[in-house]
């Protein structure tokens, strides 16, 4: 047993050595020589959609901040393969845009014309567990609409929803139940296929909470289905990046292949040490604003509170694979969908590819592929693995429609943890005012997918009507 002599004496040197390891701390922001150290207004850390469209707006207004991105480009989920034989790009990560303004006017400001996406998609569906064909008409086109209507009008009832994760209070049982229990009780079955398809990586989807759902499934993305999506007149997705990436360049504003080792996050003003191709940079900034998911694989250096810790534990990420391949044997006006008619609505099970969709080159699929909502990772080497069995089954299941060949990667990406959310006791529980609780602490901002959606027509209003306001006020 110990003794109140112990006790005392354990009182005393816990709060030393923590004193001690701070004060080893700050000696390792100290002697940088001036070229190595950076100061800006704010410091950014990720620079994919959200964090380019930060820097970009704060430039705007006059403000100076530095983007901190660990990869050698500027996009994050925005990915574009150019095919070298007929120079035609193809885009398999960020396909298409919400037609708004807002969107119209950011690439507007770049010189970037955009063009209604026009699909011209001859479909089949498949259940690649099989092989074989499955119905591609649940549902009739009448049904269909009818359905968005009246999910329309029942959304609407939550319109802060289309800003940001502000739930009312109480939260309503409808916002937490699943999206298969809340189809089934408004008579929405017929929008669970369209689902499927505008919403990929999600996770298992009919047991999502609703509020997951309408993160990306809420009224803006109605707007825009009825009016269509936008997408860049060369169909290259990444020349919006490519072009914000230049004029960062050129305003020392971007730190690329960089990463922060260290951080100091005090109310008075942050600071960073970062390892960059050049050796380590010290950044001292007024405020700091995180964009990339606050996951534990990805904030090891970030110096998280409890609270922080406590709040991102909470978070369940699913995984999201995209990819083109060559010589799948489809024909190449044909895309395929996955479709499991042993589950309902043919919702294909994860993990598992949602669709081979057509490009523009001749030869060329963008596969998609998506897991379950999980705390397990899910290495490279298996997702192609899988995706490469599965295309062979398609092949040899149907003969007569598919060539038999050996299909190969020419591009790959893995877009995981990627859609970090939260389970339905969670929410209820107040998760999602938790999380917004801490934009401000210790001069630091969130933003990015985690905190609205994988859209970026919505990351977008989110940082210009919500975060950025917050970030700029008094500085």
């Known amino acids: ?17 923590i004193a001690l390891r701070n ?3 700050d000696k390792s922001f100290a002697g940088f020589k001036d070229s190595d150290t950076i100061k800006r207004d704010v410091a950014i850390i990720g620079g994919g959609s959200s964090g380019t469209h930060a820097a970009i707006s704060l430039k705007d207004n006059g403000f100076t901040s530095i983007v901190v991105e660990k990869k050698k480009r500027l996009g994050g989920h925005t990915k574009t393969y150019v095919d070298p034989s007929s120079g035609t790009p193809v885009d398999y990560g960020v396909v298409i845009f919400h037609n708004e303004e807002r969107v119209r006017s950011y690439f507007a400001r770049f010189g970037i ?61 409808d916002l937490t139940m699943s999206l298969g229990s809340f189809a089934n009780k408004y008579g929405l079955e017929a929008l669970i296929p369209m689902f499927s398809q505008l919403n ?47 004029e960062l360049i050129a305003d020392q504003s971007v730190l690329l292949g960089s990463e922060v080792i260290l951080a100091r996050r005090r109310d008075e003003g942050v600071k960073l040490i970062v390892a960059t ?6 950044i001292l900034a007024k405020r ?78 963008t596969v998609y592929y998506g897991t379950p909502r999980s705390h397990t990772p899910y290495d490279d080497a298996s997702v192609k693995g899988a995706i490469i069995r599965d295309i062979l089954k398609l092949q040899s299941s149907n003969p007569q429609n598919f060539a038999q060949t050996e299909p190969s990667f020419v591009a790959y990406s893995s877009h995981a943890p990627f859609y970090l959310q ?9 998760f999602y005012e938790r999380l917004y609780a801490l934009q401000g602490e210790r001069s630091t901002y969130w933003t990015g997918a985690s905190w609205r959606a994988q859209d970026s027509s919505s990351l977008w209003y989110f940082n210009e009507k919500i975060v950025l306001p917050q970030l700029t006020s008094g500085l």
């Open 1 to 17: 047993m110990s003794s109140p002599f112990m006790l005392l004496l354990l009182i005393a040197i816990i709060p030393l050595a």
């Open 23 to 25: 004060t080893d701390r």
């Open 113 to 173: 014309g955009l063009t209604q996406n026009i699909s011209t998609l001859h479909s089949r569906t498949f259940d690649f567990k099989t092989g074989k064909a499955v119905s591609d008409n649940l549902f009739t086109p009448e049904q269909v609409a009818a359905a968005l209507q009246k999910y329309s009008e029942i959304i609407s009832q939550w319109p802060n929803l289309d800003r940001g994760l502000f739930l009312p209070k109480p939260i309503p049982a």
């Open 200 to 246: 990929p990586g999600l996770g298992d989807l009919l047991s999502v909470p609703m509020v997951e759902n309408l993160r990306v499934g809420g009224l803006s993305l109605l707007r825009s289905l009825s009016v269509g999506f936008l997408t860049t007149e060369t169909h290259a997705n990444s020349q919006l990046y490519e072009k914000a990436e230049a």
């Open 277 to 282: 191709p050049d050796g380590k940079k010290l």
């Open 288 to 365: 700091l604003l995180v964009t990339i998911p606050p996951h534990q694989s990805m904030t090891e250096g970030l110096d998280l509170s409890r609270r922080e810790a406590a709040v991102f534990s909470k978070f369940i990420n699913a995984g999201y694979f995209t990819s083109i391949v060559n010589n799948t044997g489809i024909p190449g006006n044909l895309s395929v969908f996955n479709g499991d008619p042993t589950m309902p609505f043919d919702v294909p099970q994860l993990p598992g590819i949602y669709s081979i969709q057509e490009t523009l080159v001749q030869g060329l699929h």
């Open 422 to 430: 939260a389970s339905a006791t969670d929410i209820a529980g107040g």
